[in-house]
């Protein structure tokens, strides 16, 4: 057994991320182990631009309200309690609504993501209201 000591709170990227977002490492495994868990935490109107995992993320929503939205799906909105999994490779973005902030934990098996562009205003207006 190991006692892992809290992980100071990150700032997360402007090239990653619109708006205000912040992360604390929960879990991350150490071979053969792939797992990583993260609390993340979007301020209003913040989110991830558009991005996949090669082996999927699951979401799970611990306070607020948020969106998600697949490359060509609807805007879902995401509640406490929430789960949503992102299969491997498919594009998607993931943040608060305008007018809440939004917490949850992101879980993955690897760090091979791949980024493309922020959400536009357009794109988030979609579900933001």
Same mark, same amino acid.
């Given at each position: +057994?190991?006692?892992?000591?809290?992980?100071?709170?990150?700032?997360?990227?402007?090239? &990653?991320?619109?708006?205000?977002?912040?992360?604390?490492?929960?879990? %991350? @495994?150490?071979?053969?182990?792939?797992? %990583?868990?993260?609390?993340?935490?979007?301020?209003? =109107?913040? %989110?991830?631009?558009?991005? $996949?995992? $090669? &082996? @999927?993320?699951? &979401?799970?929503?611990?306070?607020?309200?948020? &969106? !998600?939205?697949?490359?060509?799906?609807? !805007?879902?909105?995401? /509640?406490?309690?929430?789960?949503?999994?992102?299969?491997?490779? #498919?594009? /998607?973005? /993931?943040?608060?609504?305008?007018? $809440?902030? +939004?917490?949850?934990?992101?879980?993955?098996?690897?760090?091979?993501?791949?980024?493309?562009?922020?959400?536009?205003? #357009?794109?988030? =207006?979609?579900?933001? $209201?």
């Amino acid at each position: +057994m190991e006692l892992q000591p809290a992980t100071p709170t990150t700032q997360g990227p402007a090239e &990653l991320f619109t708006g205000d977002v912040y992360f604390d490492v929960i879990a %991350r @495994g150490d071979a053969p182990s792939r797992i %990583r868990v993260n609390l993340v935490r979007f301020a209003p =109107g913040a %989110r991830t631009a558009w991005h $996949s995992h $090669s &082996l @999927g993320q699951t &979401l799970h929503v611990t306070d607020g309200v948020g &969106l !998600v939205q697949a490359r060509g799906g609807e !805007v879902t909105v995401m /509640h406490p309690g929430d789960t949503i999994y992102t299969p491997p490779g #498919e594009w /998607h973005w /993931h943040g608060a609504t305008a007018d $809440s902030f +939004m917490c949850h934990l992101a879980m993955w098996e690897d760090d091979d993501a791949t980024w493309g562009e922020h959400v536009t205003d #357009e794109e988030y =207006g979609a579900g933001a $209201s």
